[in-house]
């Protein structure tokens, strides 16, 4: 149910996701932890909370499908006002609840990221546009086709300091996702040189970005996808 999916095939090669509930949502696992806890101190009635635990976190996994088409159709109509393609997009919860969607649209060399909440009065949804770049090597690792398939094209390629770095778009936001990795390093004489395994770049997140979060998912449209609150921005130029 969440963006990064299973193998339900396997060993037959590809990955299926649903992506209406973010990886960790505690609307989802309290309760069903509240059940396991109930049924280990109770003898006679454990069965029976372990069961109406599983029926509401299942209504609130159907609850998610359900915000989620609702965003999509939303998306939908932006993406054609906006004239960007619908070939790929991604419609994924943002941390902990159902209410807020982080939307990601690849076309080309460049991707889309927006935000839209439930609780929006507006339809409207800001598209930041970014540069998703390319892979600059003929060579290509196993590695980075077994990324490319598990993240389904969604990724980002960029050189930092002599690191070509890979970055996946599908978690995390602005400058700040959450999974990004060293694949080769550039050496004087001989150009780039692959790494024999990739290692993870470290990425930079702050607690403000929930608080930040809390506000975009009442509805309020001044924050956009780079995290940005624009009344604070003002309070800031006023105390300049």
């Known amino acids: 149910m969440t963006t990064y999916g299973t193998q339900l095939l396997w060993p037959i090669p590809g990955y299926f996701e649903v992506g209406n509930i973010f990886i960790i949502d505690p609307l989802y696992t309290l309760p069903l932890l509240f059940g396991i806890g109930v049924a280990l101190l109770s003898r006679h009635r454990g069965g029976q909370w372990c069961k109406s635990v ?23 109509k932006n993406l054609t006002a906006q004239n960007i393609s619908n070939e790929q997009v991604l419609i994924t ?54 990324l490319e398939a598990f993240s389904h094209g969604f990724l980002g390629y960029r050189q930092d300091q002599g ?14 996702l959450a999974f990004e990795f060293v694949f080769a390093k550039e050496t004087p004489n001989a150009g780039w040189e692959l790494l024999e395994a990739p ?14 979060l809390w506000e975009r998912m009442l509805g309020n449209q001044e924050i956009d996808a780079n995290l940005q609150y624009v009344a604070l921005n003002k309070v800031s130029d006023k105390q300049d």
Request: charge should be negative.
């Open 54 to 76: 599983v029926a509401i976190s299942s209504l609130y996994l159907v609850w998610g499908y359900a915000a989620q088409q609702v965003i999509a159709d939303r998306v939908e």
């Open 93 to 146: 919860p943002s941390p902990f609840n159902t209410l807020l969607w982080r939307v990601v649209v690849v076309e080309g060399d460049q991707y889309f990221e927006g935000l839209a909440s439930l609780l929006d009065s507006e339809s409207q949804i800001d598209f930041i546009q970014r540069s998703r770049g390319e892979w600059p090597l003929e060579e290509k690792p196993k590695t980075l086709e077994g």
């Open 199 to 212: 290692s993870r770049y470290p990425s930079e997140r702050s607690l403000d970005q929930i608080s930040v």
């Open 163 to 176: 690191r070509l770095i890979v970055s996946d778009l599908r978690l995390g936001m602005a400058d700040s």
